[in-house]
Each structure stands twice: as C-alpha cells, then as structure tokens.
T-cell receptor
Framework: GENVEQHPSTLSVQEGDSAVIKCTYS??????FPWYKQELGKGPQLIID?????GEKKDQRIAVTLNKTAKHFSLHITETQPEDSAVYFC??????????FGKGTRLHILP | KAGVTQTPRYLIKTRGQQVTLSCSPI?????VSWYQQTPGQGLQFLFE???????NKGNFPGRFSGRQFSNSRSEMNVSTLELGDSALYLC?????????????FGAGTRLSVL
C-alpha cells in the first residue's frame, strides 16, 4: 500500500543554523505534498505545500523541494529560531484520495 | 472564525468500554477526517466523511467507526477498548473532500485506556 517514510525522527540544530527533513513516498500517482508543524498541545498546522508540477517552493525561511523521479521531497528551514522547535510531518496525496502522513520529525533548536 | 473543536480534550476509560469522541468542523467545511496519533506510528488515517457519507477508510479494525451529521459535525466511536487504543485522536476539517485540500486540525482528544 501507500507509504511515506520520513527521516530523521529527531533532529537537533543550533539556533541560526539550517534544518533539513527528508521524505520518500511509494505511490507514483501522488501529486500533492504538504508539510505540517505540530506544537506542544496543539493539532498539526499546514506550513507549506507543493504540487507535482513544481520543483521548489519557498516561503520566507522555509522551502520545500520535490524530485518526482526519485519520489522524494524535503523541507528546508534556514536561520532556525527557538519557535521552530516542534514536530514536523510530511504527507503525500493523490487527487481526491486520502492523505498519508510520515511518522514525524521532532526538531529541537538548541540555544 | 472558530477553529476545529474537539471534545472532550481528555478521556480515561478501562478495557472493554466504549467511547465516543466529537468534532465540530470550521464553519462551512463539509469534510471531516479522523486520525490516530501515537509516538511510534505518527498520524494514521482512520476515516473521512463528506456529506454524511464515509469516503475513505484507513486500516483499522471494525471497532473504530464514525458518522457525520447534516451540520457536518462528526463523531467517532471505539468499542471494546484495548490498551493499544491509547492515543491522541485528531479531527481535521477541510472545505472539500480529498487529500489535496488543506486540512485544519483540532487540538485532539487524548484517550487513555487503563
């Protein structure tokens, strides 16, 4: 069945440095790839998404890249700040099919 | 605009009991999805409802069921609770059904089964 693998499961980064989280998906028909951020005690919230007709998308300090041939996509956070500490989930979906989430990456920003 | 509201926030049950969780979507959103979140498995899709009909279902046993009302509010029921059902249950609403639409999550209901 469909599967989304996410790495690493935990990531510690010095404040100001960059963080990269990587995901691979199994269903080649997937064409929508959102990233969600979950802060303590809250539900996940969409932070950026990308569709299969686009290779890269940027929004201020966060960017997502997509390689459809290799079936992987990545989240890049530059100039990390304490408020970036959270759990990040990647996901993949196809048209009106259900969305499949990765298992999450816990990001720690070290002072 | 009010966000997705889930009640109750916390629940403690014992094995064998059943439980009902409630979700009120964002006003105007007609699609509601349910997820189970556990530390080891991340977010696992349970089911999606749109216009009172179940559109998609994840790989969970029949003890997990749900429904949606005409006002788009949704409930999820788990019967014959097992210890492994302890988890955070998240509800998400979207304007339209399908994974391509932005999902807005509630804060979840944390269920503990003793």
């Amino acid at each position: 069945g469909e599967n989304v693998e996410q790495h690493p499961s935990t990531l510690s980064v010095q404040e100001g440095d960059s963080a990269v989280i990587k995901c691979t998906y199994s269903d080649s028909a997937s064409n929508y790839f959102p990233w969600y951020k979950q802060e303590l005690g809250k539900g996940p919230q969409l932070i950026i998404d990308i569709r299969s007709n686009v290779g890269e998308k940027k929004d201020q300090r966060i960017a997502v890249t997509l390689n459809k041939t290799a079936k992987h996509f990545s989240l890049h956070i530059t100039e990390t700040q304490p408020e970036d500490s959270a759990v990040y989930f990647c996901a993949a979906s196809w048209e009106d099919d259900k969305i499949i989430f990765g298992k999450g990456t816990r990001l720690h920003i070290l002072p | 605009k009010a966000g997705v509201t889930q009640t109750p926030r916390y629940l403690i049950k014992t094995r064998g009991q059943q439980v009902t969780l409630s979700c009120s979507p964002i006003s105007g959103h007609r699609s509601v999805s349910w997820y189970q979140q556990t530390p080891g498995q991340g977010l696992q899709f349970l089911f999606e409802y749109f216009s009172e009909t179940q559109r998609n279902k994840g790989n969970f046993p029949g003890r997990f069921s749900g429904r949606q009302f005409s006002n788009s509010r949704s409930e999820m029921n788990v019967s014959t609770l097992e210890l492994g059902d302890s988890a955070l249950y998240l509800c998400a609403s979207s304007l339209r059904p399908g994974g391509e639409n932005i999902q807005y999550f509630g804060a979840g209901t944390r269920l503990s089964v003793l």
